[in-house]
């Protein structure tokens, strides 16, 4: 009879443990989906990604973690993907794969990088300086938007001080925004033919010529 209920007391501890063990965990995965879902509400997908990896790495199975992980992986990837870094947006996806493979949004995206590899591959056999013009013509562009305010400004002051110099300025400024305008469009179409077509080949040596600036074209 001892035996016995030595036997039925050992029992009992070892499901006593099991089941603290047991909450233990899910705490554990429930705590980290929470920090999971925090970060994903501030718009920090990485520590999002952390948290969820942290979760499944107690329980494995956890639906709220895989998806959380998922979409955290695909919007790394997305942001990687703006800002040029191709393999570090298709790690990335690989990443999203595991827990949801048939996600209609990480084939599409997964397409997109794949396509931006292979057509920046070209952009750059055809024409090596294709960045530093491109941050060139986003400068020019800009510089329209300061222009535009001037005039704005112009017309604002007119509408309390009535002095038909700010209309003149304006008048000014407003040839000036046109010829940037039509100066900025014959850039774009230059740079456009550079990207597609590449650098003329030099005649006599058959070699490509060096790229020329953009910058100043009439």
Known sequence: MIRI?????????????????????????STRDRQGDIAVSRGNYKD????????????????????????AQL??????FRISKFDD???????????????????ELRSEVEQAKIKRLIV???????????????????NLTVLNRRILAELAAFS???????????IRDSFELEAEVARNRRRLV??????ESG?????TSGSLAPPASLLPLP
């Open 75 to 80: 919007q790394v990837a997305a942001a990687n």
């Open 160 to 170: 309390y001080t009535y002095d038909t110099e700010n209309l003149t300025r304006a």
């Open 190 to 195: 230059a740079y456009r033919q550079l990207v």
């Open 199 to 203: 650098v003329p080949a030099n005649e």
């Open 5 to 29: 209920i030595r036997t039925l007391l050992v029992a009992l501890v070892v499901v006593s443990t099991a089941g603290c063990a047991s909450g233990i965990k899910g705490w554990i995965v």
């Open 48 to 71: 999002a990604a952390l948290a969820y990896r942290l979760a499944l790495a107690v329980n494995p199975l956890d639906e709220h973690a895989r998806a959380g992980l998922t979409e």
């Open 124 to 142: 750059i056999s055809n024409y090596p300086t294709y960045k530093e013009n491109a941050v060139v013509m986003r400068t020019a562009y800009q």
């Open 89 to 107: 947006a298709l790690a990335a996806l690989s990443v999203a794969a595991r827990y949801d493979p048939s996600n209609p949004r990480l084939a």
